[in-house]
């Protein structure tokens, strides 16, 4: 069995080609600094994002996943956070060691990030049209003359109604929706290479969110730009993601295919989480089998595998020991002690 | 006004909702102007049998929680009539209110702000049991709350710590706990799980249905979740901007919706299944977002969106039409009357969405 640490001499010899890396997180480490302790918000965290893939991030709430992706752009308010650990590798440097200058030019221009809330992330005083321009004109992307053509272009692209109005409108003149439109608009205006977006339609109606989220995936590759999703809807997982990084309590426990993780789940929580969620295909009259007990508290997490208080399979070895991320097949990857198969 | 006792007649409805509607005033008009109304709840009817677990879905502002806060007769009714184990209590005197506080209870949504911060648990569950005057003696009103505990799942000793101290799951078994002790009829659940995380929310959905078989209670419970509705719900009424548009039995409902918003409602769940069979039935076959219940469009509140709709569906609201037994639908479409004015060259979902983009 390969551990974390081969994955780069097991990718140097594909068997069946996957697309070359576009960003690679090695071991990232971020924390908080609390009255009563640190908390491990991020905890030897590795990944690859592959050129042109939907690599999705899920989890409960507080297992790390915004974390995570602020601390790619190292967007983590300090105090009282703190990166302490890894490489953010892209384009063959780290991001972590940039200048400030140097990241401030990556962030909106290679690298965007759309988030949940497009209400606190928009300003409320400015108008849509402003806003919008904001990233060209920093990234200088296109000429003066050419800002309000390109802003008309991208209202269009993510299809709002009436863009000459709308860009002269406030946030506050505009559904949710539509906001979150003008979000996804500000995210693609520059074609960055990568887009992290965080619970990009959790807010919104369902009707609304397949709107955005078809959109969203169509423009990604249209432009054959990568995206990081991040997201505790397994539903919306299932139909956007090709591959899946499942976090518990700060930590990747499980990593595959979207087939991998839904119908090959290895991991005792990946199994719990399938368990537990009511379907729309489920027989009516199923009973749910939750996972017992609740998340950690990551200032004071458990001993040995973090999920062992609540894992049905645990055994003595697990409360000391925590098991490593280990490959069990090309893209599937587990950290648990316990071999489970299709019938758990 | 009499009251009869809800174990006399089990096969009249515990719950009648007739011509609901719930106008807010938006603000004073300025000048003696009529003020703006909110229309939202705006002519609502459903039922709710003894013993079922009625739900009641729809988008974010389309009435829910306005409907079940006008059951409880927590806030105005502008029209219609409620009537509760065969008594109207539309305009209920304070005798009335006090009665209906103890028959019927409440689950809120967010089990961090549901419960006063500076009470013990104890108190906490047990204040419907003072309130009422339920329990005689401090010892036996410390039992009953000890039985309620162990009820939804909680430990004894728990009785004695602050809320701060649980987690989501646990307040929300807390708040459970609080909603039993009068022992009521009816209990309205208002997004009871959409808060909790995935893993907590089965927990919660299961002690509901356990309970449900153990105490033979009601429930009419409010939620956006789908999925979740269609595990706990047997009869479900889909809303929309004010207005029911659907009634059926779960099964009836989420094999064959009838109105065109439910089928797109329905239709635009990202199912949890990325095998690319079942991703095909994914369809998200309506642009566009829902309007304000400030004013809202006139005819079928759903027409700037329905890919089907006719002159007849913007100048007229369609009435709700019996299309099978127990399954009502409120659009044109299936009112045979109205057939000669519904037929129109019909754009096909796609095309519609084209001409939107
Ligand atoms: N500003 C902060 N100060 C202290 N701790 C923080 C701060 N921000 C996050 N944390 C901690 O870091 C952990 C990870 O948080 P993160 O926001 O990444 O969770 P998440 O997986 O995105 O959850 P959600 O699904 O709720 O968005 C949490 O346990 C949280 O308590
Ligand atoms: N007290 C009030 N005054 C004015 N408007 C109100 C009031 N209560 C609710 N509304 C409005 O009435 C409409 C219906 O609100 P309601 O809370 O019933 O919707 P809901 O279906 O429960 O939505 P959600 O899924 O977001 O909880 C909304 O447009 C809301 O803004
Ligand atoms: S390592 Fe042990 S406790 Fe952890 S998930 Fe595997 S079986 Fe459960
Ligand atoms: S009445 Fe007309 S507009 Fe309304 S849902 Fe039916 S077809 Fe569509
Ligand atoms: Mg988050
Ligand atoms: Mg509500």
Redesign the pocket.
Known sequence: MFTETSMATAEAAPRNEPAPTLLRVENLR?V???DDGL?H??NDVSFDVRRGEVLA?V????????????SLLRLI?SP??QIIGGQVLFDGQDLLDLSDDAIRQIRGRDISMIF?EPMTSLNPSLRIGRQLAEPLRVHGSVPKGKVRERCLELLRQVRIGDPEKRLDAYPHELSGGMRQRVMIAMGLACLPRLIIA??PTTALDVTVQAQILELLRDITRANQSSMML?T?DLGVVARYADRINV?YA?RIVERGTAHDIFHRPRHPYTVGLMASMPRLDDAIGNRLTPIPGSPPD?SDPPSGCPFHPRCRFAQPRCKQERPPLERLDEEHWKACWVNLDDTH | MTHTDSHTDVTAPLLQVSGLKVHFPLRPGLFGKPAAMVKAVDGVDFTVHHGETLGLVGESGCGKSTTGLAVLRMTPLTEGRIVFDGEDISHPDAATTKRLRRKMQMVYQDPFGALNPRMRVLDIIGEPLRVHRLTRTRTEYRARVMDLLDRVGLKAEMADRYPHEFSGGQRQRIGIARALAAEPSLIICDEPVSALDVSIQAQVINLLEDLQRDLGLTYLFVAHDLAVVRHLCHRIVVMYLGRVVEVADRERLYQAPRHPYTRALLGAIPIADPDPEIQARFNPSVDGEVPSPIDPPPGCPFHPRCPHATELCRREAPRPIDVEDGHSVACHLHDPSRATEMTHPEPSYQEQARNIA
């Open positions: 971020t908080f600094e609390k908390v918000a991020v991030i989890g409960e709430s507080g297992s790390g996943k915004s974390i995570t992706a602020m308010p009282p956070g949940q965080d619970e991040i505790h976090m700060g990551l």
